[in-house]
């Protein structure tokens, strides 16, 4: 990657998948020696998700208003640091529920934002946004290893730091970010509500919205099943880390299947790995088909994300860039958190059978993309 937006970019992607790598396995684990018990921290953890669906929409739509998406990331990002700085200097399961609050507040925008500026920057530039975020995946991994050396070198009371480090990378990268090259208007009233008008857009999102939640119940139970059949740390980590680098591989190789495919059809794609996998997981298969298994992320998640993040730079009417992105993100963490609390429910009555829950979730998704590609399809012959 020779040009520095691209650049710029995939450091920014890599900077924040730093903190998601240490967050999803370790602040549980930071949690608990903090004194928390198993329902404090699941409070806590739920926190950010409801902030998530109260501030992402508005802070979206006011950087699409004032047209200030880069600000906009520089702001969030410098905050998120003092946020997460007050987190750690707390205690209590009163104080750190609402330190953990307020520093959503400033830290659960930045995804749709950076997507927002990431994928005008490229269109302009005519490049793939693939390849540029698979950096972040990279990073995903790369942060799950340090955060198990920091837990092992330095104690679980310290890994709040080790995310404060990987936040001020996100601030750093943001402030390195270029300005848009060229100069986007206020947007208007008019222009978000056209957003929930233009053809595809609500197909997109219902459609990556259930294809990503079906993935709830393999992120809530999966490791607790593995661990119940036997299988050890390691296994279970390789397991986990297969499924991040087949998602790179698609990643890297994703500006011509994006082409070939289409934006729906990619998200078509991604159902029917997702309904391949969860049918299969639904059978309890052996651990020698897991490694297989895991590889269909690619599929599941890769597809999906890079058909809605194609169709989203297709559909969002100029200047709303960070309003569609923020809306998605929103009705995504809507979705996947009643599939969340629905597969503790399956997976008390049925077990592994559940996932066949989640391959249904993940073929309506697939019902409504190919729907709505086949009507696009008619448009265009009419």
């Not at 690619?298 to 194609?310: I, Q």
Request: hydrophobic residues 60%; contains cysteine; aromatic residues 8%.
């Amino acid at each position: 990657m020779k040009d520095r937006f691209a650049v710029s970019v995939a450091a920014f992607y890599a900077a924040f998948f730093l903190v998601s790598g240490i967050s999803l396995p370790f602040l549980p684990v930071w949690l608990a020696a903090k004194g928390l018990d198993a329902p404090e921290i699941g409070a806590v953890l739920a926190a950010p998700l409801v902030v998530r669906l109260i501030v992402v929409p508005l802070s979206t739509r006011l950087a699409d208003t004032f047209a200030i998406t880069r600000g906009a990331l520089v702001v969030t990002a410098v905050a998120s640091v003092a946020g997460f700085c007050l987190v750690g200097v707390g205690s209590g399961f009163a104080f750190i529920l609402v330190a953990i609050s307020l520093a959503s507040v400033a830290s659960t925008p930045i995804v749709p934002l950076a997507d927002a500026y990431a994928l005008r920057g490229l269109a302009e530039r005519r490049r793939a946004y693939g390849p540029v975020r698979l950096w972040g995946s990279v990073s995903f991994i790369v942060a799950n290893l340090g955060g198990g050396l920091v837990l092992d070198l330095a104690g679980a009371a310290n890994l709040i730091w080790a995310l404060v480090a990987a936040q001020v990378a996100i601030a750093g990268a943001a402030l390195w970010l270029p300005a848009p090259a060229r100069t986007v208007t206020m947007g208007s009233r008019r222009a978000v509500v056209s957003l929930w008008r233009a053809p595809g857009y609500l197909a997109v999102v219902v459609a990556s919205s259930l294809i990503q939640a079906s993935h709830a119940m393999l992120q809530g139970f999966a490791t607790l099943q593995w661990s119940g059949r036997g299988l050890d740390g390691a296994l279970i980590g390789g397991l986990w880390g297969l499924g991040v680098v087949a998602e790179i591989a698609l990643f890297a190789l994703s500006g011509r299947l994006v082409s070939a495919a289409g934006p729906m059809g990619m998200i078509a794609l991604g159902a029917l790995g997702g309904m391949l996998r969860w049918v299969a997981m639904a059978f309890d298969p052996p651990t020698a088909a897991l490694p297989f298994l895991q590889c269909l992320h690619a599929l599941s998640f890769g597809a999906t994300h890079l058909g809605t993040m194609d169709v989203l730079t297709r559909l969002a009417p100029a200047g709303q860039g960070a309003t569609a992105q923020g809306d998605l993100f929103a009705a995504q963490g809507v979705t996947f958190a009643v599939a969340m609390a629905l597969s503790g429910v399956f997976v008390e009555r049925w077990g592994t059978a559940a996932y066949a829950a989640m391959a249904a979730m993940s073929a309506a998704g697939g019902l409504v993309a190919v729907s709505a590609r086949l009507c696009r399809h008619d448009a265009d012959r009419a």
